[in-house]
């Protein structure tokens, strides 16, 4: 049964005109994946504008391939509009970098808003060299500027 190894804390850095947020996790047994998620509440340490956000990214198996559901929202009440950004990247095991998965461009954001979408397979074909002993390194950026 495929399951998502101990979850480190969100890692954020502070830039001069923005925030980045990346969550890592492991996908341990990537092959057995019937339906996996993870879920992380993150608040943007801001000194101005302190956004809040919920990630949920959930495996799914979809014959013959693995889907992940990407579903961010913006959970604060602030009237303010930021942009936001995101990826998704698997880690290489074999050359040690990161292969990008899914991208999505700078988008304006403000209280309330949603965005879902599927990422249809997550290993590409021919891929296998991204899964380390069957165990897939996820990273997931989420990147907030226009708030300070």
């Known amino acids: 049964m495929a399951y998502i190894d101990d979850q480190p804390l ?10 980045e947020v990346e969550f890592n ?9 019937e339906t996996v998620g993870y ?7 801001c000194r101005t504008l302190k956004t809040e956000w ?10 013959p391939d693995i889907s992940c559901i990407i579903n961010i929202c913006r959970t604060d009440v602030k009237e303010t509009t930021v942009t936001a ?8 095991p074999v050359n040690l970098e990161f292969k990008e998965i ?9 209280r309330n808003w949603n965005f879902k979408q599927t990422v249809r397979p997550v290993v590409p074909a021919g891929n296998a060299v991204l899964l380390d ?7 997931f950026c989420l990147k907030v500027a226009g708030c300070h």
């Open 10 to 19: 969100p890692v954020e850095i502070d830039g001069e005109n923005c925030h």
């Open 25 to 33: 996790f492991t996908l341990l047994d990537y092959h057995d994946v």
């Open 39 to 45: 879920t992380k509440e993150h608040k943007i340490k």
């Open 54 to 63: 919920s990630v949920w990214l959930i495996f799914q198996k979809q014959d």
């Open 85 to 92: 950004s995101f990826g998704l990247t698997i880690h290489n």
């Open 102 to 110: 899914a991208t999505f461009p700078e988008t304006e954001v403000e």
């Open 133 to 139: 002993g069957g165990n897939l390194s996820v990273k």
